[in-house]
């Protein structure tokens, strides 16, 4: 039996999952929450092998609860379950350790067998996300205001800029790098500084530019 815990702060989205699953004769709903810190909680009670995980709730986000999870319980596997196809958003969660990220716009279908590979094991199958690129200095055209003025950009600086490129706020960020805010607005100033950058809307244009996001 596949132990699953519902993790998401909408009552309906919780009812909706736990009808779902409860049509299947090798999963089981084991526990439900509604916030990052009662999920840390359901799961060290329960050890369940799935864990369904919403990226945006109240407190503790998605990708900060999936690591926490993670430290806890390093046996268990976490799917994203969102509404977000954004890049930033995909990169953030995998980033944090989950096996596999479904849209909850898919046919129901995707999210049981993800369930059920993961449990095994096995790579998330059905529709794939847009892919979600890692930062690169060679990607894209030198054009105009990419030749780093300020020197060359280390790989947490790429990283930094790609998330302010998918609106990501300074604390999401911090939590995507495991560093403190201050510390993710020092490299994202230093990143923009280097690159010749001094807006989100020139950040955008450079992300582009190079092919981190369409």
């Known amino acids: 039996?596949?132990?699953v815990v519902i993790v998401d702060d909408h009552p309906a989205v919780r009812e909706g999952l736990r009808a779902l699953l409860s049509n299947q004769d090798d999963i089981?709903?084991?526990a439900e929450a509604s916030n990052g810190h009662d999920a840390l909680q359901s799961v060290r009670a329960v050890c369940p092998s799935v864990v369904l995980m919403d990226v945006s709730m109240p407190g503790w986000t998605g990708a900060m609860t999936t690591r926490r999870i993670l430290e806890a319980c390093p046996g268990t596997r976490i799917i994203a379950v969102s509404r977000y196809d954004d890049p930033g958003v995909v990169r953030s969660m995998l980033d944090a350790?989950?096996?596999g990220y479904v849209l909850k716009q898919h046919a129901p279908r995707e999210l049981i067998d993800a369930i059920r590979a993961v449990a095994e094991g096995r790579p998330v199958p059905g529709r794939t996300l847009p892919r979600v690129p890692e930062p690169s200095l060679h990607a894209g055209?030198?054009?105009a205001g990419d030749q780093h003025p300020g020197g060359l950009l280390t790989d947490s600086e790429?990283?930094?800029l790609l998330l302010v490129a998918t609106a990501t706020s300074n604390e999401e960020i911090a939590r995507s790098l495991a560093i403190s805010?201050?510390?993710a607005t020092a490299i994202k100033n230093q990143a923009m500084r280097k690159a010749g950058l001094v807006s989100r809307v020139q950040?955008?244009?450079?992300a582009q530019r190079r092919g981190w996001i369409d």
């Not at 950040?203 to 450079?206: A, F, L, M």
């Open 1 to 3: 039996m596949i132990r």
């Open 28 to 30: 089981e709903v084991s």
């Open 97 to 99: 350790g989950a096996a």
């Open 141 to 143: 055209s030198a054009e």
């Open 158 to 160: 790429q990283r930094v």
């Open 181 to 183: 805010a201050a510390d």
């Open 203 to 206: 950040v955008v244009g450079y």
